[in-house]
């Protein structure tokens, strides 16, 4: 599924390529629309989207997406006359909707020009466009059209992107200047940015009267020589602080009281005459169009960041609504759409007024921003509900009815800087849905927010709430010593009892065990947390205490520099009603487990199978760099004469070889003395001397004693491995991380690296069989993955894979023969054209070497036919997972036979099946 900044960025290039367009609507408007779906991620005919649909009686539409959008388009010189077409494309929707088959009128409508845009609501809004806009400004608009994405668009008109970013970069450049040149204390310059950032905005917005801000700037830039920013502008942020009205003269005639969250400590701080025009250009900005959510995930960035650098990313709205919507939109939705009466109408708002909100990780305050806004409008909606109830009984309209308060919005997080940019957040946003929704409380003085802390949200206690929403931290557990240190990864241990993993899945725990019955939460997590061990300590934690997934992302892309692939997750804890709706990835599903799939999908209960161990290892450990050498080194020990270096000097693999090596070829050496007691290591004396230099001296601080005392060995030897590689004429490696499961075939004098999958096979049936699509249809069920990439765990993938048996020679024989024929023709091209199988594959993917692909299809059909498969689901994934879990089960239940590898425990694998080796 594709974030927020991806859309963007694809409609940023699809404004490129038809921003030209001069042509006719009949030619080029279905490929127009075609791409404009594939921008949102999703392809026009699996969204069930039809062309030329002649439904309506009044003509045919040139797209319609049933129960949700109409579009009509015309050609590009039509831009100007849009209005004069609105009638037809009106006209379909009216007669779009077919009470005998109960099809409903679509939601939207669309009139396109190609370079202009017109959005209608017609069941809601028949006289006027919800949105008009051009070609060019669709990146910039794209949450309007969020319904090709299967989503709820977004129609906001009052907050620019554009706009809030280049306000935070000039407030940026300011910030720098001012730390470069330590114009104050540092907490001192944070404070002034906040405080004046507070100050633009309100002054935009009337809250501070007379525009003193700005007047002060405009005499710094002309006076700054003889005048202090210290002394006035520090004097106007004690004026805001200060109650007393006795001194409001000048400047500052017409200010208020703010209040002593804001303005508790007035930065004082000297600005030069350059940095006062640099700030009087920023009051410049139209404050009342800045996005909240945008500028404080900007701004929170460089001032929190001790290198003071500004972030290029944001937490895109639409990515925070898949948390917000599911989690305290719908059920809401639901509950006021039930509302029959004024009477129930009210009593549902006073408990609306009363329901909390807790992000426990609230960084700069977005998704309490979104949330609150969210609540601000369904206070609205409900409003409106009770007012037409009354109406239309006849009642009178109660009045003096409540507001949602701002101070329900709870949020805590480690980094100062953070909350007190959670505060403006919510403060900004306070005044904003005051000008959109109506009265809450007043805009001044500010509403106290301490219910925004700064804590350890892991040690510290969490408030009472009525939901939670979030994005905790992404940090890998690999990382976390190095973060937090011993004495903290000693506590987590301790706390949780889960071990040490992804930082996010403590959060999840936290979560669950902080909500009542009946209440709702949404996080983001990294999407460990729907695989393998992080998945036991978090979501299968979360649904063992009753917690039921009712809307989840499995994984899409985070917006950052980190690249960071997450899972998206609401769920309700110990419900009093089962629920019966969920939607995975946006589509409807009868149920999600915890592995973020359809119950129909799910392969987490698979059985580790007996057959399959002792046959798939991790390469060695060495722990120590100095055991790695040149080639130069390598070739100088193997011409020695006084021992058989060979012996202890071995090519050395690793994943980035099998990935990129056109001969998936080792392309260091290593010293690796087996286990070999030292008195054995010392016939090959030139070997022991590099090692003795380069690692004994690392080894001697090691924290374990084998390790400081074997100093000459590796720090995990593997010798289940080598013992099952002993006498084997070759056998296959893969690399651990990647695309894809790419596999090669080794000599047994290679020692494959930790960073490699060893496979104690030699024969070309098995090679088949773990290149097929099977194998990696079903390790990308089981497996987790890295970022976007497969991650191979033989405890998940191999042992619980289920190879085919009983099988036929002619079936065993087949597969060999299409192994071989694949592997020659892949190393063919790889050695002609001079690149690794990585490249090869995207070059295939890409519609390049349509022979291999044809190979690597008569394989997989090979395969297939084994298990006694049809050719048609030799590459479906999701039927392949289906059944080998199905198979798997059997097994493990003893209901089918299951000895694939009999007679393989002795001699090569090739000569124990009577097959050729090559």
């Known amino acids: 599924m594709r974030n927020g900044e991806q859309i963007r960025t694809a409609l940023t290039q699809f404004v490129a390529r038809w921003h030209t367009y001069a042509g006719t609507e009949r030619s080029e408007a279905q490929t127009f629309l075609n791409e404009l779906f594939e921008c ?22 040139d797209l319609h997406l049933p129960g949700m959008l109409i579009v009509e388009m015309k050609a590009p010189k039509e831009s100007t006359r849009l209005d004069q077409h609105r009638k037809q494309a009106l006209d379909y929707w009216h007669n779009s909707a077919d009470v005998a088959t109960s099809r409903p009128a679509p939601q939207f409508v669309v009139l396109s020009s190609f370079h202009r845009f017109e959005i209608w609501e017609p069941g809601k809004y028949p006289n006027a466009p919800l949105l008009t806009f051009s070609l060019e400004e669709l990146p910039d608009r794209y949450e309007s ?26 407030v940026a450049k300011v910030y720098l200047d001012l730390r470069e040149r330590q114009a104050a204390p540092p907490e001192s310059i944070q404070r002034f940015i906040l405080q ?74 000297h600005l030069t005459t350059g940095e006062a025009a640099a700030l009087l250009a920023i009051a410049d900005y139209n404050w009342r169009q800045v996005d909240p959510t945008i500028f404080g995930s900007l701004i929170e960035g460089f001032l929190s960041n001790d290198r003071g650098v500004l972030g290029a990313h944001y937490t895109h709205e639409i990515d925070i609504l898949k948390i917000v919507r599911p989690t305290i939109v719908t059920p809401w939705r639901a509950r006021i759409d039930a509302v029959t009466t004024p009477d129930e109408g009210v009593a549902l708002l006073e408990e609306l007024c009363r329901f909390r909100v807790l992000d426990p990780a ?68 306070h005044r904003q849905m ?19 802390s700064t804590a350890d949200a892991l040690r510290a206690p969490w408030p009472e709430t009525d939901c939670i929403v979030g994005n905790p931290p992404f940090l890998g557990s690999q990382f976390l010593r190095e973060a937090h240190g011993d004495d903290y990864l000693k506590w987590l241990g301790k ?24 209440q709702r939460a949404g996080l983001v997590g990294t999407n460990s947390i729907s695989q393998n061990r992080a998945r036991s300590a978090s979501l299968d934690y979360v649904v063992d205490q009753g917690g039921v997934i009712t809307d989840a992302v499995s994984s899409q892309l985070w917006p950052g520099e980190a690249k960071v692939h997450v899972s998206l997750v609401n769920w309700v804890k110990s419900p009093a009603a089962p629920p019966t709706e969920f939607t995975l990835d946006k589509e409807p599903v009868t149920g999600i487990t915890t592995e973020l799939k359809g119950p129909e999908a799910s392969t987490s209960k698979a059985v580790l199978l007996t057959p399959n161990k002792g046959r798939c290892f991790q390469g060695p450990i060495p722990l120590g760099d100095g055991f790695i050498i040149t080639a130069d080194e390598a070739d100088a020990l193997i011409r020695r004469t006084e021992a058989n270096y060979r012996e202890v000097v071995r090519p050395y693999l690793i994943g980035e070889d099998v990935a990129d090596d056109p001969a998936q070829a080792p392309r260091r050496w290593i010293i690796d003395f087996a286990q070999r007691p030292l008195e054995a290591a010392m016939e090959f004396p030139a070997a022991l001397a590099i090692v003795r230099e380069e690692v004994k001296p690392k080894r001697e601080t090691n924290s374990r004693k084998a390790r400081r005392d074997r100093w000459w060995l590796f720090g995990e030897q593997a010798i289940g491995m080598r013992t099952a590689l002993a006498g084997l004429p070759r056998y296959i490696a893969a690399g651990r991380v990647g695309k894809r499961l790419l596999l090669t075939w080794c000599e047994p004098w290679t020692c494959p690296s930790d960073l490699v999958y060893v496979f104690a096979f030699d024969d070309d049936y098995s090679m088949g069989v773990l290149s097929s699509f ?91 036919a084994c298990y006694g498969w049809p050719k048609s689901i030799a590459q479906d994934k999701d039927e ?39």
């Open 495 to 518: 706390t949780f009892g889960v071990g040490i993993k992804d930082f996010c899945v403590y959060w999840f725990r936290r979560t669950q065990d902080h909500l009542k019955p009946g």
């Open 196 to 269: 004046m950032v507070w100050l633009f905005f309100a002054e935009d917005f009337g809250m501070v009267e007379g525009r003193p801000t700005e007047h002060t700037l405009r005499f710094l830039t002309q006076h700054g020589d003889f005048w202090s920013s210290y002394l006035m502008l520090g004097g106007l942020f004690t004026s805001l602080n200060d109650s007393d009205e006795y001194g409001r003269h000048g400047v500052l005639k017409g200010t208020q009281y703010v209040n002593g969250d804001l303005f508790a400590q007035p930065a004082l701080v």
């Open 434 to 452: 005051i000008e959109r929704y109506g009265p809450a409380e007043p805009p001044l003085p500010l509403v106290s927010l301490r219910s925004i």
């Open 774 to 864: 099977t194998h990696s249809a079903w390790a990308r069920a089981q497996s987790s993955t890295l970022e976007d990439r497969l991650r191979y765990t033989p405890t998940s993938a191999f042992l619980p894979f289920p190879w085919p048996y009983p099988v036929t020679d002619e079936q065993r024989g087949r597969v060999a023969e299409a192994s071989r024929r694949m592997i020659a023709r892949r190393q063919e091209i790889c050695a002609e054209e001079q690149f690794g199988l990585t490249r090869l594959y995207n070059l295939v993917d890409e519609g390049a070497y349509a022979d291999l692909k044809n190979l690597h299809r008569e394989l997989d059909e090979a395969v297939a």
């Open 362 to 429: 609230c960084g700069c305050g977005n998704f309490l921003y979104v949330a609150y806004r969210e609540l601000r409008h369904l206070e609205h909606t409900l409003k409106e509900r009770v007012t037409e109830l009354a109406k239309s009984s006849g009642l009178p309209v109660p009045t003096g009815l409540p507001y949602f308060p701002l101070v329900n919005m709870q949020g805590i997080d480690v980094v100062p800087m953070a909350t007190a940019v959670a505060r403006v957040t919510l403060w900004m946003g």
């Open 145 to 170: 059209l969020m319904v090709l994405a299967g989503d709820e668009p977004l129609f906001h008109t009052g907050s620019s992107k554009e706009l809030t970013k280049a306000a935070a970069i000039s």
């Open 880 to 918: 392949i997972a289906r059944r080998l879990f199905a198979l798997n089960a059997e097994i493990a239940a003893g209901q089918r036979p299951y000895a694939p590898f009999a007679g393989r425990d002795g001699g090569s694998t090739a000569q124990q099946l009577g097959l050729p080796v090559g």
């Open 40 to 61: 949102y991620g999703r392809n026009r005919k699996d969204a069930g989207a039809v062309f030329e649909d002649a439904h309506a009686s009044t003509g045919i539409m």
